[in-house]
């Protein structure tokens, strides 16, 4: 097949900009990333390898080579890992339609707008290879699939201006070459980053790669004494010779002593192992023998990647045994509820050539998995109640992960909700901070029976609810559910230390102290009396609402909504609704201030018998509670029109 020339998408055409431009800061992180995809490569052959043994075809002896050259001014990465296939080639390299390219550069602009470093962002993203052209004006990329021909191999070329090449070509072995042409910055003795000389990229290597556990190799030029045919130095006599060595130690870091290592070790593998571009939150590193023998090297990023919450995240730590890779995204190790852990397993007891759905059976791997779970939810308690600004750190990241956790355990697993239930944290209206549901019930009154909480999208909303105003007015701290998975959550959990938990918006409030039973006593006399309006306000706004009735929670406000006990509330119905499913229905009631001058309106119209006028009064009273709830009126063109009609006769 010909030379072809093709164009990149758009987004990824904006990516290649923001790249070379904008993004990176520290651009000798090219080379991190370029030794991590080779090291992925070889990973992939060596697991196919297991169950395929002439995809090796006959070379066992993986690694990575590097070739600076000083004439050319250029850098050579290669590998002998899986190598791509021109389809490969197109869908990896010239698409990138796996990198998220359009969801990063959404992110960019969020992350503009709240002051976050653009920098930060590029390790959640699958778009590594091209921080090669941060130093390169042009990238050649040579690659043959393992197992394939000699002659069915793919050249990929491009000089980040918005196309790129493809044509077969023959290469003898599998694997990858990729060749950087490099900027006239990147080169020469003037240099700040001088690419083409050796010590420097050993000096990278050491840095970014020196745990990648393939030998990363160099030719090494070694100046020696010539020596006479007796072996002996001639002095003044130089010989220089090439001598090939590897440059990273390939020494596992979890198989060290945890005496031995610092904080800044960790921080560095966790950045090359899994690419990372900040400092992980927090770190675990576990070694167990009993039983079952593991070593474990976990970490919590400092960052939710964009996609955490999608379907495509693909969730799970690495597996390996006795140093061995096995598999790179085991998801069945850890509850889903924990699916932001990054990190791997290395146990003797876990087999090499075990079956994916063998692996999701084994006795040993539930047992690596049930005790790291225990771990990490300890270490989790502990944070929270030594570095508190730590904690809320996590839980403004990740946080959701545990109220959904929650959640799902209705259909399954209760014990979730024992394990997670004193790690959740909310905002309230005691102040700006968050708290815990222990936290909260140790402020309780002897008089609060409850837990209260309310929903919307916002604390200024919350706030502004009539239902909020005898709480306020008695002092009862109410917990603010921001988060739509919030309420479900804790209708899952139920309850909380004997305490149940009550919505602002849901049936009655049921306070017990003097004030409020008088003023209970007063609302029923007050309703037996309205009977006939009550019951007309229903006939007059039908199915729109379950029941009309007189409220005791409101103080200055004339109207609210709550939903009745059974069923969802009204922001779950709402909820359900965005969903595109709008099966579930709230049970609406339409409770009315009878303190408010237009209750008074209302008896007035009702005794009238104008019977238009009475229904559009309930109506308008009816949308006026939707708006309050942030809901829009069924009919916006009607409710202007009452509105208008309302004030032409004021």
């Known amino acids: 097949m010909s030379k072809e020339t093709m164009e990149f998408q758009a987004e990824t055409k904006q990516l290649l900009d923001l790249m070379v431009n904008s993004i990176y800061t520290n651009k000798e992180i090219f080379l991190r990333e370029l030794i991590s995809n080779a090291s992925d490569a070889i990973d992939k052959l060596h697991f196919e390898s ?31 890992g899986i190598g791509m296939n021109r389809d490969e080639v197109v869908e990896n ?31 959640q993203f699958g778009v590594g290879f091209y921080s090669a052209f941060m130093v390169a004006d042009k990238v050649t990329l040579v690659t043959r699939r393992a197992g394939s021909e000699k002659n069915s191999a793919t050249r990929w070329e ?48 050491k840095k970014y790669s020196d745990y990648v556990r393939y030998p990363i190799k160099m030719n090494f030029e070694i100046e020696e004494s010539k020596k006479d045919d007796d072996g002996n130095p001639i002095e003044g006599e130089k010989i220089t010779r090439s001598e090939i060595r590897t440059v990273n130690s390939m020494q596992p870091l979890w198989t060290r002593p945890k005496s031995e290592l610092k904080d800044e070790d960790y921080r560095e593998f966790f950045k090359q192992q899994f690419r990372e571009w900040e400092e992980p939150l927090e770190y675990f590193h576990t070694k167990a023998e009993g039983t079952v023998e593991y070593t474990a090297l976990l970490c919590i990023p400092k960052r939710a990647p964009f996609n955490l919450y999608y379907s495509d995240f693909e969730a799970g730590v690495q597996l390996y045994s006795r140093h061995v890779f096995i598999m790179d995204k085991c998801k069945d190790l850890l509850p889903d509820y924990l699916r932001f852990i990054k990190g791997l397993v290395d146990s ?42 730590k904690y809320e750190t996590f839980w403004n990241e990740f946080g959701k992960s545990f109220k959904i956790g929650i959640y799902n355990s209705m259909y399954g697993n209760r014990d979730t909700v024992d394990k997670l239930k004193d790690l959740l944290m909310f905002a309230s209206s005691k102040d700006q901070n968050l708290t815990t549901l222990k936290e909260y019930v140790s402020r309780m009154p002897e008089s609060q029976k409850k837990i209260f909480y309310a929903t919307a999208k916002d604390r200024e909303t919350i ?29 899952t ?37 309205s009977e006939d309006l009550l019951k007309s306000i229903k006939d007059s706004l039908g199915e729109k609402i379950s029941e009309a009735k007189i409220s005791t929670r409101l103080k200055s406000s004339a109207v609210c909504l709550v939903a009745s006990e059974q069923g969802p509330s ?81």
């Open 348 to 389: 003797p007891d876990l087999s090499l050539n075990i079956s994916r759905e063998l692996l999701q059976q084994s006795r040993e791997l539930k047992q690596i998995g049930r005790a790291l779970e225990k771990s990490i939810l300890k270490q989790l308690s502990k944070i929270l109640e030594s570095d508190r600004s």
């Open 493 to 529: 959990l139920h309850e909380y230390s004997e305490k149940h938990f009550q919505s602002i918006a849901r049936g009655d409030l049921d306070l017990d102290d003097a004030e409020s039973q008088e003023v209970k006593k007063e609302t029923e006399e007050i309703a037996k009396t």
């Open 50 to 80: 297991l169950t395929n043994r002439e995809m090796l075809e006959g070379d066992e002896n993986f690694e990575i080579f590097l070739v600076p050259d000083k004439n050319s001014h250029t850098l050579t990465i290669s590998d002998n």
């Open 463 to 491: 706030e502004s609810l009539p239902q909020m105003e005898t709480l306020k007015e008695k002092g009862f701290e109410v917990l603010y559910l921001l988060d739509p998975v919030d309420e479900f959550t804790l209708e």
């Open 570 to 650: 009204i922001s779950m119905e709402q909820t359900f609704a965005e969903m595109k499913n709008p099966m579930f229905k709230a049970q609406r009631i339409l409770e009315i201030n009878p303190k408010h001058a237009l209750f008074e309106k209302l008896q007035q119209l009702h005794e009238s018998k104008d019977d238009a006028k009475f229904k559009d009064a309930c109506e308008l009273l009816y949308d006026q509670a939707l708006l309050i709830e942030g809901i829009l009126p069924e009919n916006p063109v009607a409710f202007a029109n009452r509105v208008a009609d309302l004030m032409a006769r004021a």
């Open 158 to 205: 491009s000089t980040g201006d918005g196309s790129y090449t493809i044509e077969e070509c023959e290469k003898e072995s599998r694997g990858t070459i990729i060749t950087l042409e490099l900027k006239s910055e990147f080169f020469g003795e003037e240099s700040e980053l001088n690419l083409t000389d050796d010590w420097e990229i050993r000096q990278l290597v």
């Open 93 to 123: 390299i010239g698409t990138i339609a796996k990198s998220g390219t359009k969801a990063f550069l959404e992110q960019m602009a969020k992350a503009k707008s709240e002051g976050v470093s653009e920098k930060d962002l590029i390790g």
